[in-house]
């Protein structure tokens, strides 16, 4: 079964950080693009960050140069890396596989960030 | 930055009829865009993309068109399963980034 499950979310303070896992399973993970997406509670989805295979990466505005995203192949696993966090990334953060260059075909269950004092 | 803008914000439906949703992205966009189902409590599921290509698995009764700036997602014959919230999302190629619209919320009439 193809699968993303999502790990690392939690209570932070404005200005921590956080680190986000999303393990694969059921499929060639390192052939995939992969992205986080996020999405504040009763709100819409927001793209948070893109890693190719070729390990490049690609972020909106509104986390560049905050958040880091990065793959491990061999451990079939996707990370974020978030600093500086405030409290408008308080959100589930979802982990999505690049089904194609365009949308997002498989997604995880989403974990949940609170920046919170 | 390409704004995509969906409307209506909320649609009253009765089961059995036909949907209509309407995705309008502030340039062109070709025909990268795809359209997500996303019900209480999970996480969104693919059903359209490049426009008018349906997802492995989805129901021939949702369907996609348009191209460039404005787009449609239409179901049918709308099911109990079809009443959810429903995000339209485009792809732009340089530099890559993926935008959403803000949602349409299909409910019973």
């Known amino acids: 079964e193809v699968q993303l499950v999502e790990s690392g979310g939690g209570l932070v303070q404005p200005g921590g950080s956080l680190r986000l896992s999303c393990a694969a399973s059921g499929f060639t993970f390192s052939s995939y693009d992969m992205h986080w997406v996020r999405q504040a509670t009763g709100k819409g989805l927001e793209w948070v960050s893109a890693?190719?295979?070729?390990?490049?990466?690609y972020y909106p505005g509104s986390v560049k140069g905050r958040f880091t995203i990065s793959r491990e192949n061999a451990k079939n696993s996707l990370y974020l890396q978030m600093n500086s966090l405030r409290a408008g990334d308080t959100a589930v953060y979802y982990c999505?596989?690049?089904?194609?260059?365009?949308?997002?075909?498989?997604w995880g269950q989403g974990t949940m960030v609170t920046v919170s004092s | 930055e390409i704004v995509m803008t969906q409307s209506p914000a909320t649609l009253s439906v009765s089961p059995g009829e036909r949907a209509t949703l309407s995705c309008r992205a502030s340039?062109?966009?070709?025909?990268?865009l795809a359209w997500y189902q996303q019900k209480p409590g999970q996480a969104p599921r693919l059903l359209i993309y490049?426009?008018?290509t349906r997802a492995t698995g989805i129901p021939a009764r949702f369907s996609g068109s348009g191209s460039g700036t404005e787009f449609t997602l239409t179901i049918s014959s709308l099911q109990s399963e079809d009443f959810a919230v429903y995000y339209c999302?485009?792809?732009?190629?340089?530099?890559?980034?993926?935008?959403f619209g803000q949602g349409t919320k299909v409910e019973i009439k």
């Open positions: 890693i190719g295979t070729a390990g490049d990466t």
């Open positions: 999302q485009q792809y732009n190629n340089w530099p890559p980034t993926w935008t």
């Open positions: 340039q062109s966009v070709s025909s990268n």
């Open positions: 490049g426009a008018s």
């Open positions: 999505a596989r690049g089904g194609n260059v365009v949308a997002f075909d498989i």
